[in-house]
Each structure stands twice: as structure tokens, then as C-alpha cells.
């Protein structure tokens, strides 16, 4: 089974599916592999949030990351959400505000010299 959601003569993926198939697609793309974010995660990613028309389970997945752990874990979290922001559905941001304190702290942790 593929990750796309659309195209000619799919068939609707119903909501608990389409669900883990972004979970899936979020932890394969934010992992701790010294290696570039691979585009098909990150396009699942961002189809996931024009299906559910929001960011809700990005966000969820995210939340259970150590991402104040791990440099590469927070460098691919910020990578895919910039693609999120900027390919993604556009209530991504309005979810996304809820997060500025935690954005913040990452912000002073990993980027301050």
C-alpha cells in the first residue's frame, strides 16, 4: 500500500488508516540517522495535513519525540515542519501556535551560541 492519497481511481483510505500511515511517515522522517530527510516521508507528511485539514496528528507524533535530546532529531523536526509551513494544509500554522513556547525553548537550546 502506497502513502498517497489521491490520483485516478483511488479508493478513500478511511480516517484511523490515514492516520497511521502519517504516524508512520512522521517517525520515518524524524529519526535520529545522520542522513537527509527522505522526500516520499516528508510528502506523506504534508498530504496527511491536507487530508485531516490541520496538523493535529503531526503534533502528536511530535510531541512524544526527544527532540530536546537529540541534534539531528531536532534538525529533521524543523526541516519537515518548515516543508509543513510551507507545502502543508493552511490551518498547519493555526495548530501550530499552540507550540510557540516549546519552538522557543528548542530555539535557545540548539541555536544559541
Not at 507545502?87 to 510557540?100: A, I, T
Amino acid at each position: 500500500m502506497r502513502g498517497d492519497w489521491g490520483g485516478a481511481g483511488a479508493r478513500p483510505i478511511s480516517p484511523p488508516l490515514t492516520s497511521l500511515l502519517q504516524t508512520v511517515s512522521i517517525n520515518k522522517a524524524i529519526n535520529a540517522q545522520e542522513v537527509a530527510v527522505k522526500e516520499k516521508h516528508a510528502r506523506t507528511c504534508i498530504l496527511g495535513t491536507h487530508h485531516e485539514k490541520g496538523a493535529q496528528t503531526f503534533w502528536s507524533v511530535v510531541n512524544r519525540l526527544p527532540l530536546s535530546g537529540n541534534a539531528v532529531l531536532c534538525w529533521k523536526f524543523c526541516h519537515v515542519f518548515h516543508k509543513l509551513l510551507r507545502d502543508g494544509h493552511s490551518n498547519v500554522l493555526k495548530d501550530s501556535v499552540r507550540y510557540k513556547n516549546e519552538l522557543s525553548d528548542m530555539s535557545r537550546m540548539w541555536f544559541s551560541a
